[in-house]
């Protein structure tokens, strides 16, 4: 039976997601590494807000998360050209987690952040780490 579970990616800086920053004063333009929530039917739930330079710091990231869940201050996002929403969870003032997707509703939004947190204590690391292909330079 399909499982909740973390799954890293890593990827050039030819597909760095526009989502994930860089932590606070880093600058980086090579290999970068993130996770992301999969729910039971392989949809993702929610990723890292932040990029990181190996895989040990994502799955770190990740279990400090965790470690923290009643600690989490969330933050609706919206997407002004659309009027869709997303969501970003905060740990101790600094973004932790972001939407996977956008909302249609703000309330849906909220909803999403919700099972994301829900489901964060029992999800597992997957095995390997999924590889995103170069796409030339930006």
Not at 63 to 83: F, W
């Amino acid at each position: 039976m399909p499982q909740v579970r973390i799954q890293v990616l890593c990827g050039p800086a030819s597909v760095h997601p526009h989502r994930m920053a860089w932590p606070a004063g880093a600058t980086w333009h090579g290999e970068w590494y993130a996770w992301r929530l999969i729910g039971t039917n392989n949809h993702e739930l929610g990723r890292s807000a932040l990029s990181f330079r190996s895989y040990q710091s994502a799955l770190a990231a990740f279990a400090e998360l965790r470690g923290g869940l009643d600690r989490l201050v969330q933050q609706l996002v919206p997407e002004r050209p659309t009027g869709r929403w997303g969501w970003r969870l905060e740990l101790d003032g600094a973004a932790v987690a972001v939407s996977g997707r956008w909302y249609q509703r703000n309330k849906l939004s909220l909803l999403g952040a919700a099972k994301f947190v829900a489901l964060c204590a029992e999800a597992e690391p997957a095995e390997g780490v999924v590889a995103r292909p170069d796409r030339g330079p930006r």
